[in-house]
Nanobody, 115 residues
Framework: QVQLAESGGGLVQFGGSLRLSCAAS????????MSWYRQVPGKERELVAV???????MYADSVKGRFTSSRDNDKNTVYLQMNSLKPEDTAVYYC?????????WGQGTQVTVSS
């Protein structure tokens, strides 16, 4: 079955960096577009970045120029490099994959940016 597991979150100071990882299994990873979302309590889950199977990327305006998504198809892992972090980046970060009509999510990893 499809499984996604995020890691790499934590507490970081304003202006710092973190790299999130999402390890995937149970599907043909190299053929799948992967997405990163984030959510704060009381708000809708927000799309942060998408990376296509071929490595093309798109980003939300709020993170453009600061976040970079990449993938390692040999390791079935997608990454989100987050630089110049701001307090408003504080959220639970999730990765997602869509297979057919189903969306699959990881359990999320907390990112907290202190001011």
């Amino acid at each position: 079955q499809v499984q996604l597991a995020e890691s790499g979150g934590g507490l970081v100071q304003f202006g710092g960096s973190l790299r999130l990882s999402c390890a995937a299994s149970g599907f043909a990873f190299s053929t799948a577009a992967m997405s990163w979302y984030r959510q704060v309590p009381g708000k809708e889950r927000e799309l942060v970045a998408v990376i296509s199977s071929g490595g093309s990327t798109m980003y939300a305006d709020s993170v453009k120029g600061r976040f970079t998504s990449s993938r390692d198809n040999d390791k079935n892992t997608v990454y989100l490099q987050m630089n110049s972090l701001k307090p408003e980046d504080t959220a639970v970060y999730y990765c997602k994959v869509v297979r057919g009509t189903n969306s699959y999510w990881g359990q999320g990893t907390q990112v907290t940016v202190s001011s």
